[in-house]
């Protein structure tokens, strides 16, 4: 079955750019999306089509996508910004549905 | 304002069958394909399926874990999404959230519910 891999943690002092990597072989063929939760909380779309953002989020948030590996870059990173990010795409088929397995970004 | 809200999570025992609603308002509902995602206590997000649109056939999709035993349907009088859960498995306790999923190039989703728990524990 196919699979996106994340790095399980980044960590970064406030202030910072952190950046976070999905890899996937369908990425090339398929968009890439990314989503924020907070703990106790519902996932919130901050990215999508690889680098759109939806209206309401900060301009800190932007992604990008080279060959078979996306990354979402938040720049200045802020305290509120800790989470657990989880990118999502499709196979190459175009039918399932697929997360990554989530990195936990702490902000030192 | 669009809303999700999630409702019918129980304890349940192995073998037997849930279902569980979505109940929606704020956008057209059947204008949208809807999707249903769980997360496991302490685990990542987890795909389980999604129903397109009339305009797109209904038709549904499936996780590998979950294929032939779930069923995903949709009432779009009632702006309505179910998830019908049967022969249940210890591994498919989790939260079960419904997202509105908006198609362009690709499936994403825009909304989220706050999800409702399914324990399946003897």
């Known amino acids: 079955s196919y699979e996106l891999t994340q790095p399980p943690s980044v960590s970064v002092s406030p202030g910072q750019t952190a950046r976070i990597t999905c890899s996937g072989d369908a990425l090339p063929k398929q968009y890439a999306y990314w989503y924020q939760q907070k703990p106790g909380q519902a996932p919130v779309l901050v990215i999508y089509k690889d680098s759109e953002r939806p209206s309401g989020i900060p301009e800190r948030f932007s992604g990008s996508s080279s060959g078979t590996t996306v990354t979402l870059t938040i720049s200045g990173v802020q305290a509120e910004d800790e989470a657990d990010y989880y990118c999502q795409s499709a196979d190459s088929s175009d039918t399932y549905v697929v997360f990554g397995g989530g990195t936990k970004l702490t902000v030192l | 304002e669009v809303q999700l809200v999630e409702s019918g999570g129980a304890l349940v025992q192995p073998g037997r069958s849930l279902r569980l609603s979505c109940t929606t308002s704020?956008?057209?509902?059947?204008?949208?394909?809807m999707n249903w995602v769980r997360q496991a206590p302490g685990k990542g997000l987890e795909w389980v399926g999604f129903?397109?649109?009339?305009?797109?056939?209904?038709?549904?999709e499936y996780a590998a874990s979950v294929k032939g035993r779930f069923t995903i349907s949709r009432d779009d009088s009632k702006s309505i999404a179910y998830l019908q859960m049967n022969s249940l498995k210890t591994e498919d306790t989790a939260v079960y959230s419904c997202?509105?999923?908006?198609?362009?190039?690709?499936?994403?989703?825009?909304?989220w519910g706050q999800g409702t728990l399914v324990t399946v524990s003897s």
């Open positions: 129903i397109r649109s009339k305009a797109y056939g209904g038709t549904t």
């Open positions: 997202t509105r999923a908006y198609y362009d190039l690709g499936y994403y989703f825009d909304n």
């Open positions: 704020g956008f057209t509902f059947g204008d949208y394909a």
